[in-house]
C-alpha cells in the first residue's frame, strides 16, 4: 500500500510556511556549505524571527535559512 501524500502547512499572523519547503532549504543550505554526508538533521522554525535553525549530523554543524 503507498503511503498518502502529505504537506505540513504553518500559519503564523498572516502568513503562511510550507514545511516541506522549509526542511528542502536548510538542506540546500548545509550541502552548500558542507562536505560531509547529511546523516540526520533537526529544525526549528521560528517565524517570529523569520529564520528555520537547523542542527545536523549530532548536532555538529549547525545553520539558518530566511523563512
Given at each position: ?12 499572523g ?23 554526508a ?6 526549528y ?23
Amino acid at each position: 500500500m503507498a503511503e498518502a501524500k502529505k504537506s505540513v502547512y504553518l500559519e503564523f499572523g498572516d502568513r503562511q510556511f510550507d514545511l516541506k519547503k522549509v526542511e528542502e532549504e536548510a538542506k540546500k543550505d548545509y550541502r552548500k556549505n558542507n562536505k560531509a554526508a547529511l546523516k540526520n538533521m533537526n529544525l526549528y522554525v521560528k517565524p517570529e524571527d523569520g529564520k528555520a535553525y537547523y542542527t545536523a549530523n549530532d548536532d555538529s554543524v549547525s545553520g539558518s535559512v530566511d523563512l
